[in-house]
């Protein structure tokens, strides 16, 4: 029911700490408004699933506040990017995603996506005030990210792993993903020391995107990080 915000085809919906919640093994084909969305959920599991030509994103983390979710051995396919590059709630079809995600500190590991607008995209400066419940309570582009391991994206039309602007820091937040210090976002503490927090993206692989990489990151590692054929 696109772009009726909340109208997915599996859809976590606020529901906090939630270790028991699982989406596995499930296909979801010619979806209208977006596959998979973790919405105000914690420590949940999407794992080894399939979206086949879903419209918007393949799987998105919607408001910024999420907390260690694991999105693990997913596969993402778009066959037409006609199909999938539509607008949605997000605003224009180049804002759309084989991994939208706007909670940050999440696993992303050993996804695959193939054909989307971008493949996995973290918009943290684009939606730099959160989103929904979230909006004014974080900053998304401030928030260190999971584990980050394993992932391949090829043949999207725009960029591959596409990390925006994104500058983890060591943020001060409740069990919720909530804020309880805004200044935590700054570059540095109240004492002046750097308020930074290294994270390491492991073993991606991208090849033949149009792009690769992101507009300006710090404090972001990359280790055995291959790109072929991609800008």
Request: with cysteine; glycine share 10%; aromatic share 12%.
């Amino acid at each position: 029911q696109r772009a009726v915000m909340g109208r997915y085809c599996l859809h976590f919906h606020l529901l906090k700490k939630c270790p028991r919640c699982v989406f596995q093994g499930n296909a979801v084909v010619d979806g209208e408004h977006v596959g998979i969305t973790v919405h105000g959920t914690h420590d949940a599991t999407v794992d080894q699933n399939v979206v086949w030509d879903a419209k918007a994103n393949g799987l998105y983390i919607e408001d910024g506040n999420e907390l260690r979710n694991t999105l693990s051995k997913n596969v993402m396919i778009c066959s037409n990017l006609r199909k999938c590059a539509v607008n949605w709630v997000s605003g224009a079809s180049s804002q759309t995603a084989g991994i939208f995600m706007i909670g940050m500190s999440n696993n992303i590991v050993e996804n695959r996506i193939v054909g989307y607008e971008n493949g996995i995209w973290t918009p943290g400066s684009f939606r730099g005030s959160g989103h929904g419940n979230a909006f004014g309570k974080v900053c998304p582009q401030f928030y260190p990210f999971g584990e980050w391991r394993g992932n391949t994206c090829h043949d999207c039309n725009r960029f591959g792993l596409y990390l925006d602007h994104q500058y983890p820091r060591r943020v001060k937040i409740d069990e919720d993903g909530f804020l309880v210090d805004k200044d935590s976002c700054k570059w540095f503490t109240q004492e002046g020391a750097d308020n930074g927090v290294v994270n390491e993206v492991r073993d991606e692989v991208n090849w033949h995107n149009i792009y690769v990489g992101q507009y300006a990151i710090g404090d972001i590692q990359f280790i055995n990080y291959t790109s072929v054929t991609s800008l």
